[in-house]
T-cell receptor, first 112, second 113 residues
């Protein structure tokens, strides 16, 4: 199956700075890449996603970049706030969207 | 609007006992449905998916089984729990037309003692 590597596992940033999380995948047929935010005790919430026909997508302070040649995608959170502190998971879905493979997660702490 | 419910919210079970977890989605016909398992502090591991009633595909075998008895219902079960079954069980759904976007239910916390 697909392997999704996610780094860093722990990330601490100062409030109002940027935070970046990187993921790589193996299967070149993967074509959908969602990002989820999970707060303690809660279910994961979809925050942004990107499909393979795009290289960049932005929703407010969230930016996702996709480099299909390098099989790499990344999440950038600009102007971070303490409320952004949470676990973040990247995922990749294969053709047909039946299987989803998640990274191991990044624990983000935004320091006031 | 679509709503997804999972039951029970939490459960404490003994090793060797049976388990049945449920998931229901309302407001969406013929969704794709998925079961995930998440160990405490761990990542999400997809267990099963189903695209239609009566059809379930296994992704990872953890001595669990799944069934889809109705269009809006997905059941996860086992006859004999192991300690390693402890964790957070999440049901998710995606629309069949735009099949990729997944939305997670509230989850069931399971502790096996």
């Amino acid at each position: 199956g697909e392997q999704v590597e996610q780094l860093p596992s722990i990330l601490r940033v100062q409030e109002r700075s940027s935070a970046s999380i990187n993921c790589t995948y193996e299967n070149s047929a993967s074509n959908y890449f969602p990002w989820y935010k999970q707060e303690p005790g809660e279910n994961p919430k979809l925050i942004i996603d990107i499909r393979s026909n795009m290289e960049r997508k932005q929703i407010q302070g969230l930016i996702v970049l996709l480099d299909k040649k390098a099989k790499r995608f990344s999440l950038h959170i600009t102007d971070t706030q303490p409320a952004d502190s949470a676990m973040y998971f990247c995922a990749a879905s294969d053709t047909g969207y039946q299987n989803f493979y998640f990274g191991k997660g990044t624990s983000l702490t935004v320091i006031p | 609007a679509q709503t997804i419910h999972q039951w029970p919210v939490a459960e404490i079970k003994a090793v060797g006992s049976p388990l049945s977890l449920g998931c229901t989605i309302k407001g969406k016909s013929s969704p794709n449905l998925y079961w995930y398992w998440q160990a405490t502090g761990g990542t999400l591991q997809q267990l099963f998916y189903s695209i239609t009633v009566g059809q379930v595909e296994s992704v990872v075998q953890l001595n669990l089984s799944a069934s889809r008895p109705k269009d809006d219902q997905f059941i996860l079960s086992t006859e004999k729990l192991l300690l390693s079954h402890s964790g957070f069980y999440l049901c998710a759904w995606s629309p069949t037309i735009n099949q990729d976007t997944q939305y997670f239910g509230p989850g069931t916390r399971l502790l096996v003692l």
